[in-house]
């Protein structure tokens, strides 16, 4: 079973228009979860992450996501988008395996957001 | 500011040839990871190592090999090259054991097999 789902591949929105980008988790896995961005021709880098406490994380650049565990969901949100937000974005989840307890992360598919003037 | 380079932004080779892909990480990283990154499946597990001269598989470690001889590279190996091999690799490094700590990525080589 898939680890993490990322429901849309493909995400475009009018500049300054709110945008969600969905993901879900398996309840199987971990609870810590990330959110990466990838610009244009650059590595990804974290956006933001939840490992325990408040539900509500936020990012310094304006995004925000909502741990749901009822849901197993991680969704990704901004409430007015800007050209420079133009990206793909990764939702990833930890996940433990072998005997030893080793630990790596598992991104989605990725979705690509692109902002109309 | 963490910064991982990788040797080549682009690289086209032949079917059967022996492909080395380098990263270096100036930040005396722990742990370095290899993935590899394709339209629709999102980034994918090659191998990692926690330490000198240690290597771990990941989802898909066929078809490649690792070589991590100093702290601060971490080299992908493609031993005989074939067409389902052309994408994107990342490389990436962590400071400490453990996925919860933040990965830093490079800008990635974008390999063509022909």
Known sequence: ?117 | DVKVTQSSRYLVKRTGEKVFLECVQDMDHENMFWYRQDPGLGLRLIYFSYDVKMKEKGDIPEGYSVSREKKERFSLILESASTNQTSMYLCASSLFPGAIYEQYFGPGTRLTVT
């Open chain 1, 1 to 117: 079973a898939q680890s993490v789902t990322q429901l849309d591949s493909q995400v475009p929105v009018f500049e300054e228009a709110p945008v969600e980008l969905r993901c879900n988790y398996s309840s199987s896995v971990s609870v810590y979860l990330f959110w990466y961005v990838q610009y244009p021709n650059q590595g990804l880098q974290l956006l933001l992450k939840y490992l325990s406490g408040s539900t509500l994380v936020e990012s310094i650049n304006g995004f925000e996501a909502e741990f749901n565990k009822s849901q197993t969901s991680f969704h990704l949100r901004k409430p007015s988008v800007h050209i420079s937000d133009t990206a793909e974005y990764f939702c990833a989840v930890i996940v433990t395996f072998g005997v030893q307890g080793a630990q790596k992360l598992v991104f989605g598919q990725g979705t690509r957001l692109t902002i109309n003037p």
